[in-house]
């Protein structure tokens, strides 16, 4: 039987770890946080940015192993790919992600208010560029392709009938429309009432990214999707829905999107002899074939 797209992908983690001798026997769960990433680089600074954060990854909880400690973490993912930049010269992240301009630094766990009563958008990754600038990540591992227990929806708070709706408010009327296919008054009849176009893609998560970065930029923002594919009809689905998504905003420049697969053999050519160990890494772990 063929496995999907989700189980695929947590496999090929189980066997990187038992192939590494850093995953747990039969298990989904690492041996350690620093088992589970590049160069056991548990960094202070990035460990700062996650407890400020929603998620709490790399936090233990009372009678919980902490989700950083699961192989195929997309908390993880993102770790992996970018700690390895602090305290280098991101010009090789610029001359790959091509941001309206340079990056100067960034965090993980980006938060934002929306200008709206309730938690701000919370993004993986933030970056701080010149001019002003701000591009937010919002990055994919296995979400996409997960069983949803519930579907996702914009509240109540950024829809008011009879005026304009946060996003109508800053001129984004495509985010607007999109909104309202999600709009629901009452959380609990929305599972089975509402009708989506999009199965993979989390529209309420993107468009809430998309006010925060807004109203932290005064409209100097980019919003960049970074997502893991595969081989297979769900992944088909999800590109399609991105592009779809993309159209329907309206957002033009101001969203882009790519997967780790074009985006890790690209930043090996920007790359010096000094990242061999890292770029290795990415691809004996997430098979991107950069070396």
Known sequence: MTLNTFHALVQSQKEWGKRSGRGRPQSVYANSIADNLFGDAVSPRTDHDFDKGSGGEFRAKEGELPKGLVLHSS???VRNVFDYWRGKALAPLTNTLKPPRSFIDFRFEGKYGTGVRGGPCNLDLAFRCDDDWVVGVESKFTEPFAAKRELPFVQPAYIKIGRP???QAIGLDGCHELAMEY????????ASH????FHHLDV???LKHVLGLHRASQG??????????SVSRESKKHRDEIEDFHQASQLGSRFGSLTYQEFIPRLGEYCSPD????????TDRYGLGVV
Do not use: G
């Not at 709009?183 to 929305?190: A, H, L, N, V, Y």
């Not at 509402?194 to 176009?197: E, H, M, P, T």
């Open 75 to 77: 908390s993880v993912l």
């Open 194 to 197: 509402i009708d989506v176009r």
């Open 165 to 167: 709706s946060s996003w």
């Open 183 to 190: 709009f629901c008054t009452d959380e609990k009849r929305m």
């Open 204 to 206: 309420p998560q993107l």
């Open 220 to 229: 100097k923002y980019r919003l960049l999707y970074i997502w893991f594919d």
């Open 275 to 282: 990242d061999t160990t890292y770029l290795k890494y990415l």
